[in-house]
């Protein structure tokens, strides 16, 4: 592989902005850069390559690497010659949403049942306060506990997990 070129401003911009935007929808800032890096790259890439041109460890890379191999956002590559893994982006979008929505919002909803469970038991386990607090609290849990569970049984739904296929 030859020595990666630098980046350009608009390659960096693209880079930083994508990066933003993972980081907001809560899919890791650097996972997002990767996946431009590699989008961007004309040849396949190694984790030193990526480490150097986004200034991240190499353990960054790697666990970021891996999800996006998880999300189908990204292929290992093998190159004549060399031991070193390589990478590069794939470009069939709609499926890497639908990978890393399924992914993180599935993953988020498992864990909020648990949530849910431990808040009331410390709830039936606190004491009333001297202004009664522990009622309101309770309705207002209790009011997203609902919302949850109608948003969990919308996604436990065929039709919409047919949607995420």
Partial sequence: MKKPVPLTPVARRFIED?????QSFGMGRVVGQL?????LS???RSLADMQDALGISKGSASMGVRQLE???AARKIWVKGDRKDYYEATDNF??????AIRDVVGNRLAAYTSFF???EGELQKSPPD???DRQFVRQRI???HQYYEQARNMWDTPMFQKLLQ
């Fill in 18 to 22: 994508v990066g933003n935007t993972t």
């Fill in 117 to 119: 469970d431990d808040l």
């Fill in 35 to 39: 996946y431009a890096y590699l989008y």
């Fill in 94 to 99: 709609g499926r890497i949403i639908k990978n």
């Fill in 42 to 44: 004309s040849e396949p």
């Fill in 130 to 132: 001297g202004n009664d």
């Fill in 142 to 144: 209790e009011a997203v």
């Fill in 70 to 72: 998880q999300w189908t």
